[in-house]
């Protein structure tokens, strides 16, 4: 086994390094004249790969397991012949059974049966010493890790047999051989043990080899869904907790555990366990605080674009989705997950839009964005410290002589009182990351909120600038330098574009109807604009040539239900059209022959 190094943990798993009696292949021993092979005498050794068939457990006369005692010093054994005393004999010169063991029927299997595969593969593991193939391919493990992933799949698989299951994993004739032994008592009801026959290590192992040799995480965790299913159907408890089911297990089976319980799990324990990544494990206890830190309270929007959630406003989509990111991978609840965002929202909001989230199509790509947003901002924090900056006062934030000033440089009317309260949210939730609508000049009415949200619709680049050219030098009156004014990830998860934070911001309102848009055309998720683009420029990516002639010159609908559909203004998609050297009808309804 060259330097095969076992963790004490694996010891207790480790039955396959001794066994108290041997198992053998009566066609090989009709061959080589009774020789006995070493590796009949390990325990994982159930199939004879020469001959294609199971190996026998016992002599076929006496019944009577071989090599079970160490042979008599006055005995001269015989190859091949039974040296087992016969039933009531004793002393040491007594007569031996004597029959012949090439004679032993056993089960032959076809060349390509699931039981054999499963020996090749531990064979080749023993030879190696390392298990490569199959959910071992993108991390190989030890040999004592496979052998404990055998035991805790194939003792917890035979503990509660699923006979249906297994006649489809192996065959009728195998589960028959089996019930056949089973109802002779050759062993107990206590899964793979010392005492088990060679056809119940056989079926356990070809439905351990099945999950095990699954090509990634995901396959491996849908063959194992039926096990988790059966289990509980009949009452017994399979969580996220106990799902083990043995000592010494590798790290790639506990990710297929967790991610065939993923439906089992409710939204939050599925992030804490991470079951929708490519390696689902159990939550580190202190992942939770230091994330948090570069996080904004309202997630940023680009990520929350393609969310659908029916009955849940933008604002609070954002919102629980950044408590989300903070649970990926972590111990924390739901309510110190939104403590530590500063407490923009609550559990019970939290929880009910997450649930809501959960019901949708999407539900499985948005956890896996999050996820990967989790681990990105673990790898590479985001530059702004969102945990100081939700401790800002704000409390002098866009004086009125400011305000005036930079809406006559941009050419926006500064309108009155409400407008500046309007500004002053917009740009407290740009500086922030917290809600606008939480801010100490917001109005709490839905009709403040719902002008709050149109606001970007009426701000152009040039006030962009001039307003995150304030917000500097605020921010440096504050002590905070070194640092950009507002941020989001270069490439943002399920994105694909890239996000400036130099243009004008989208409105939350035109960012949901974008997503509708999305959801009903046929664009790629990779010609989504970037967030903060403008113009002609920006409306070519959602709006491109084809789709503009298809429905304003072959389908001749007007200007305004294309801008409409595409959330553009009709004058906007008056300049496309222009662009794109396509005529404009003359207005008027169609004249009808």
């Known amino acids: 086994l060259g330097s095969l190094e076992i963790p004490l943990e694996s010891v207790e798993s480790m039955l396959w390094l001794g066994r108290r009696r041997s198992r053998f292949c009566p066609s090989c021993l009709a061959e080589n004249g009774g020789r006995w092979m070493l590796a009949w005498r390990m325990r994982w050794s159930f199939a004879c790969l020469r001959h294609n068939c199971l190996l026998a457990d016992s002599c076929p006369a006496c019944r009577s397991p071989q090599r079970a005692v160490p042979a008599s010093v006055a005995l001269i054994p015989v190859p091949g012949l039974c040296a087992h005393k016969l039933i009531g004999c004793h002393g040491r010169g007594v007569t031996r059974c004597g029959t012949e063991l090439a004679v032993a029927p056993s089960l032959p299997l076809a060349h390509d049966h699931p039981i054999l595969t499963t020996q090749q593969m531990i064979n080749a593991a023993v030879f190696t010493g390392i298990a490569r193939t199959g959910i071992y391919g993108r991390a190989p493990a030890p040999l004592s890790a496979l052998i404990a992933d055998l035991c805790a799949l194939g003792g917890r698989i035979m503990r509660y047999p699923n006979l249906d299951e297994l006649r489809q994993l192996t065959s009728e004739a195998v589960v028959a051989e089996f019930l056949a032994a089973r109802k002779e008592a050759m062993f107990g009801n206590r899964g793979v043990t010392a005492d088990s026959s060679a056809v119940a290590s056989g079926i356990a192992t070809a439905a351990a080899g099945s ?134 929202t609550n559990a019970r909001a939290v929880s009910r839009v997450l649930q809501r989230v959960g019901l949708s199509d999407s539900a499985r790509g948005v956890w896996r964005t999050v996820e990967e947003l989790a681990d990105q901002l673990d790898a590479d924090r985001s530059p702004i410290d969102y945990a100081r900056r939700r401790t800002l006062s704000c409390g002098d934030l866009l004086p009125e002589s400011v305000w005036i000033e930079i809406c006559l440089s941009s050419g926006i009317s500064p309108g009155r009182a409400l407008r500046l309260a309007l500004a002053r949210c917009w740009l407290y939730e740009r500086i922030t990351g917290f809600p606008g609508s939480q801010a100490r000049w917001a109005v709490d009415s839905p009709e403040f909120r719902s002008k709050l949200a149109d606001l970007p619709e009426l701000l152009n680049s040039e006030f962009i600038s001039a307003a995150d050219c304030y917000a500097g030098h605020f921010l440096a009156e504050q002590a905070i330098v070194g640092e950009p004014v507002a941020w989001a990830p270069a490439m943002l998860p399920e994105c694909g574009a890239p996000v400036a934070v130099g243009g004008p911001v989208r409105s939350h309102r035109a960012e949901v109807n974008l997503s509708r848009v999305l959801r009903e055309s046929s664009l790629a998720a990779g010609s989504v604009p970037p967030a903060t683009s403008s113009g002609v420029c920006a409306a070519r990516r959602i709006l491109p040539r084809e789709s503009l002639e298809v429905l304003y010159v072959e389908q001749r609908k007007s200007l305004a239900h294309i801008g409409s559909r595409y959330g553009l203004s009709r004058q906007m998609v008056t300049q496309l059209a222009h662009s794109y050297g396509i005529a404009i009808r003359a207005s008027g309804r169609p004249h009808l022959d």
Do not use: K
């Open 211 to 344: 999950i095990l040799g699954a090509a990634n995480t995901a396959e491996a965790a849908g063959r194992m869904r039926w096990l988790i299913a059966f289990n509980r159907h009949n009452g017994r408890s399979v969580s996220a907790t106990n799902i083990g089911w043995g000592r010494g297990i590798s790290a790639a089976l506990r990710s297929v555990q967790l991610s065939a319980l993923s439906s089992y799990l409710s939204v939050s324990d599925q992030l804490r366990y991470r079951t929708h990544s490519t390696t689902p494990r159990r939550p580190h206890p202190r992942s939770a605080a230091e994330r948090a830190r570069w996080l904004p309270s309202l997630l940023w929007p680009a990520v929350c674009l393609n969310v659908r959630c029916d009955g849940v406003g933008f604002g609070q989509v954002r919102s629980a989705l950044a408590v989300a990111v903070v649970l990926v991978g972590s111990r924390i609840t739901l309510s110190a997950a939104a403590e530590l965002l500063g407490a923009a």
